[in-house]
C-alpha cells in the first residue's frame, strides 16, 4: 500500500519559471551578460542554485559568483510567485490523496520552497519540506528521501516519487522507491522514459496510487 508521495517542486507542483528567469536576468544585468529567455531558464534549472549559477557564468566569470547569487537571492526573494501559478490538478489531487502522507523535495532552498507553497495555498497538505539546504545532499542522492522515510517510519516499498526531471527519477531509484514522471514540466518527455509511470497532468496521479494498492492491498 501506498502510504507516502515525495514531490519534486519546480516543473512538478508548481510553475515558477518566469519568476526565476525574472530574477536571473535581474542577478545579470550589471556584469554585460545576455538576457536569458524563460525557455533557456527553464532548460537550466534542476540541479540546485549553484548549478545553475555554474552553468549560466561558466568558469571564465567564476569570480563575480558570490555577487551575482547575493543579487538573485534578494531579487527571487522578492518576487517569489509575481507569476508562479500551482500547475492544473494539483490542489484537487492532493485532496483527492489526502489518505497518504505527503512531502516536497525540491532542490530550491528549504526557506523558499516553503514560502512558495505557502504564497499558493499548498503548503498545508505537505507534512514535511525538505530543500537543497536541508539534508548534505540533493537530488540525484537519495538522501533527502531516505531522510523522509526514515522519519516518518516507513519502508520504500510505501513510497512514491513524483518529479518531471531524471534528478528526481535517478533519486527515487537510488532510494528504492517507485517513480512517477510529470511529462508537463521543465524536461523533454523522452528524457524521462526510465521512470516507472508517466502521467500527462496531476490529477492521472491518484488512479497510479490506486491501481498500486489494488494490486497489492
Request: glycine letters at 10%; proline letters at 4%; charged letters at 25%.
Given at each position: 500500500?501506498?502510504k507516502l508521495?515525495?514531490f519534486?517542486?519546480?516543473?512538478?507542483?508548481?510553475?515558477?519559471a518566469?519568476?526565476?528567469?525574472?530574477?536571473?536576468?535581474?542577478?545579470?544585468?550589471?556584469y554585460?551578460?545576455?538576457?536569458?529567455?524563460?525557455?533557456?531558464t527553464?532548460?537550466?534549472?534542476?540541479?540546485?542554485l549553484t548549478?545553475?549559477?555554474?552553468?549560466?557564468?561558466?568558469?571564465?566569470?567564476?569570480a563575480?559568483?558570490?555577487?551575482?547569487?547575493i543579487?538573485?537571492?534578494?531579487?527571487?526573494?522578492?518576487?517569489l510567485?509575481?507569476?508562479?501559478?500551482?500547475?492544473?490538478?494539483?490542489?484537487?489531487?492532493l485532496?483527492?490523496l489526502a489518505?497518504?502522507?505527503?512531502?516536497?523535495?525540491?532542490?530550491?532552498?528549504?526557506a523558499?520552497?516553503r514560502?512558495?507553497?505557502?504564497i499558493?495555498?499548498?503548503?498545508?497538505y505537505?507534512?514535511?519540506?525538505?530543500?537543497s539546504?536541508?539534508v548534505?545532499e540533493?537530488?540525484?542522492s537519495p538522501?533527502?528521501?531516505?531522510?523522509?522515510?526514515?522519519?516518518?517510519?516507513l519502508?520504500p516499498r510505501?513510497?512514491?516519487?513524483?518529479?518531471?526531471?531524471i534528478?528526481?527519477?535517478?533519486?527515487?531509484?537510488?532510494?528504492?522507491?517507485?517513480?512517477?514522471a510529470?511529462?508537463?514540466g521543465?524536461?523533454?518527455?523522452?528524457?524521462?522514459?526510465?521512470?516507472?509511470?508517466?502521467i500527462?497532468?496531476?490529477?492521472?496521479?491518484?488512479?497510479?496510487?490506486?491501481g498500486?494498492?489494488?494490486?497489492?492491498?
Open positions: 500500500m501506498i508521495i515525495m519534486d517542486l519546480d516543473g512538478t507542483l508548481v510553475d515558477s518566469r519568476d526565476i528567469n525574472n530574477a536571473l536576468n535581474y542577478a545579470i544585468e550589471p554585460g551578460i545576455e538576457a536569458l529567455t524563460v525557455e533557456k527553464v532548460g537550466m534549472v534542476g540541479g540546485g548549478n545553475l549559477m555554474q552553468k549560466l557564468l561558466g568558469p571564465g566569470r567564476a563575480i559568483m558570490p555577487e551575482v547569487l543579487r538573485f537571492l534578494e531579487f527571487y526573494s522578492a518576487h510567485a509575481d507569476f508562479t501559478v500551482a500547475y492544473p490538478g494539483v490542489a484537487e489531487t485532496q483527492r489518505a497518504c502522507r505527503k512531502a516536497v523535495i525540491s532542490n530550491k532552498r528549504e523558499l520552497s514560502r512558495v507553497l505557502e499558493l495555498g499548498l503548503v498545508g505537505f507534512e514535511i519540506i525538505l530543500g539546504d536541508s548534505e540533493k537530488k540525484p538522501k533527502p528521501l531516505l531522510a523522509i522515510m526514515d522519519r516518518l517510519a519502508p510505501e513510497a512514491l516519487m513524483v518529479g518531471d526531471s534528478y528526481d527519477i535517478q533519486a527515487g531509484k537510488a532510494a528504492g522507491v517507485r517513480t512517477i510529470v511529462s508537463y521543465y524536461r523533454e518527455k523522452q528524457s524521462l522514459s526510465s521512470a516507472d509511470y508517466l500527462d497532468r496531476m490529477d492521472g496521479l491518484p488512479a497510479i496510487v490506486e498500486i494498492n489494488a494490486r497489492e492491498g
